[in-house]
C-alpha cells in the first residue's frame, strides 16, 4: 500500500512540475479571466447594433463582459430576463448611465454613473443589448 502511495504522490509532483514549468521563471501567470455568468449567442447585428457594440466595448464590458453576459463577481448579464423591456424599460439602461443604480437585482453593488459616453452612444449601446436578447429569448 506504501508504494502506491509514493507513486501516486511522485505523479503528483511531476504534474505539478510540468504545470510550474510551463510558465517562464520569474514571470506569474497571466490573471484567470472572470467567467460570464450566462452564455450568449450574438446574432448578426444590426448597423446601429455594432455601433453600441464597439460603445458597450469601451464603456460596458469591464463589468457586464464583452456579449453582456455578465462577469462573475463584476456585473450582472444584460442578457437575462430581469433585464427584458417590460421589466427595465430602454429608460433604466439611459439612466443608469447618466445616474448610476442602486443595487436592487444582484449582490453587486451600486453601479456608478459612466461619464463621458454620449446619448447617441447610449442609444447605440441599447440597440445592441436589445439586439442580442432578443437573440436569446429575451422579448
Known amino acids: 500500500m506504501r508504494r502506491w502511495w509514493i507513486a501516486g504522490m511522485g505523479a503528483v509532483a511531476l504534474v505539478a ?3 510550474v514549468s510551463m510558465v517562464p521563471f520569474g514571470q506569474t501567470p497571466a490573471p484567470v479571466e472572470p467567467r460570464a455568468m450566462v452564455q450568449v449567442a450574438l446574432p448578426g447585428l444590426s448597423d446601429m447594433a455594432q455601433v453600441g457594440q464597439a460603445a458597450f ?4 464590458a ?7 453576459g455578465g462577469r462573475l463577481g463584476l456585473g450582472p448579464p444584460l442578457i437575462h430576463r430581469v ?3 417590460s421589466h427595465h424599460g430602454d429608460i433604466a439602461f439611459w439612466m443608469a448611465v447618466r445616474r448610476g ?3 436592487h437585482h444582484w449582490p453587486f453593488g451600486d453601479m456608478p454613473s459612466v461619464p463621458g459616453v454620449r446619448d447617441d452612444e447610449i442609444a447605440a449601446i441599447i440597440a445592441f443589448v436589445r439586439e442580442v436578447q432578443r437573440a436569446n429569448g429575451i422579448h
Open 17 to 19: 512540475l510540468a504545470a
Open 83 to 85: 433585464y427584458e423591456p
Open 57 to 60: 466595448g469601451r464603456n460596458c
Open 101 to 103: 443604480v442602486v443595487a
Open 62 to 68: 469591464e463589468c457586464h463582459g464583452p456579449d453582456a
